[in-house]
């Protein structure tokens, strides 16, 4: 039995983290994670891949993600401890993603709104610290309820001052500069799949004819916003999203439009796997610290030319038309120009990976981190 799912049902997708260690281990192991995609992101954009500012883009929604899993590990960190209350354990999907599932992010979302009254009617830290050590010293007593007064403190502390990634994080734009008497924009935006349990980025750049600039626009602005938010499910191609984005909106033309999946991330102590990442994890026998790989998958969906269509009696408008995976029918299936899927794993974990050499994984770009942290990538 997989030591991250103890007493749990095997049957389920969904699990519950109901240990103290085995929790404390998976949220630690998510902090290291996290702190690689950073120099992940930097070593794109050494290559090309990403931009300097898609890059910070990137990096901001990165630091929501640790921000994310901090505020959650705080919440959960008295697992398995009686605490005199029942909060549950964290609920994480071990087969699809290895991140927790959405109605955690849900129920975050719920307390945030909540944290201010919870935060008023419970003693501050030196408060709960005082109360503390008079249990230990004058009681001779383990203060496990205030220990869980404490992290649920910290929980909703957190919740307040810290950016979060929420189930939905709402478009904004960054002036790129002008072309051709244009203004160009990155529209970024963020939301976690309901379907997979991960986190997704939106990445599109557009230029606006309009007669205001976009984000002082009181009328598209928000339009544009509830529209891009609710075309954000993986179900939809990005080819379906550019294009009805291209005719809802007249005066703003999507040039490029990327989707990034940042997970799943497997472990042999918490998901289950099957195929050649399967036999790697199970061939290396890692340590915890390095017992994890992360998938990285990049959708791509780029204008090629424009056309003009016909609009009214007498007007006509911009069409883009966008360019498809020109080998074989990849393109119509996905959508997408291109798909690029990466794969970020400790160093040993690359070893036997090279070893085996799966066919599956030879064009997969590898970013492999050292032991002092170093990001490599390879091909």
Not at 28 to 40: C, G, N, P
Request: some cysteine; overall charge negative; glycine content about 8%.
């Amino acid at each position: 039995m997989s030591e991250g799912v103890t007493g749990a049902d095997l049957s389920r997708d969904h699990v519950g983290l109901t240990d103290t260690l085995v929790a404390r281990r998976y949220f630690r192991k998510f902090e290291a994670i996290s702190s690689h995609l950073a120099r992940v992101a930097a070593a794109m954009e050494s290559e090309g891949i990403f931009s300097r500012g898609e890059v910070e883009v990137l990096g901001d929604y990165v630091q929501r993600i640790a921000n994310t899993f901090r505020a959650l590990g705080m919440k959960y960190l008295m697992t398995g401890r009686d605490t005199g209350t029942s909060f549950g354990s964290l609920a994480m999907d071990r087969t699809e993603s290895g991140f927790p599932v959405f109605r955690e992010l849900l129920t975050m979302g719920s307390d945030f709104a909540q944290a201010a009254a919870h935060l008023d009617s419970t003693p501050d830290r030196e408060g709960l610290t005082e109360q503390m050590l008079g249990r230990i010293l004058r009681d001779l007593e383990i203060p496990t309820r205030l220990q869980f007064a404490m992290a649920q403190r910290v929980y909703y502390e957190t919740l307040l001052a810290q950016s979060l990634f929420w189930a939905q994080n709402d478009p904004r734009a960054i002036w790129l500069g002008g072309v051709e008497g244009r203004r160009r924009f990155l529209l970024h935006w963020a939301v976690y799949d309901t379907e997979v349990n991960l986190p997704v980025v939106y990445l599109m750049e557009i230029e606006d004819s309009g007669r205001v600039s976009l984000p002082k626009d009181a009328a598209r602005w928000p339009a544009v916003q509830a529209h891009l938010t609710a075309q954000s499910m993986g179900g939809l191609k990005l080819l379906t999203i550019a294009n009805g984005f291209d005719r809802d909106f007249d005066d703003l033309h999507p040039k490029r439009l990327r989707r990034l999946h940042i997970g799943p991330m497997y472990s042999r102590a918490y998901t289950q796997q099957s195929g050649p990442i399967h036999e790697i994890l199970e061939e290396a026998h890692a340590p915890d610290e390095q017992d994890w790989c992360l998938v990285w998958t990049t959708e791509e969906l780029e204008s090629g030319r424009v056309e003009r269509e016909s609009k009214g009696w007498f007007g006509s408008v911009e069409r883009e038309v966008f360019t498809l995976d020109p080998f074989g029918t990849r393109g119509i299936d996905t959508g997408a120009t291109r798909t690029d899927r990466s794969i970020i794993l400790p160093q040993l974990l690359f070893q036997v990976l090279s070893e085996k050499n799966p066919p599956g994984f030879r064009s997969v770009r590898k970013f492999v981190v050292s032991a002092n942290g170093r990001v490599l990538s390879h091909r």
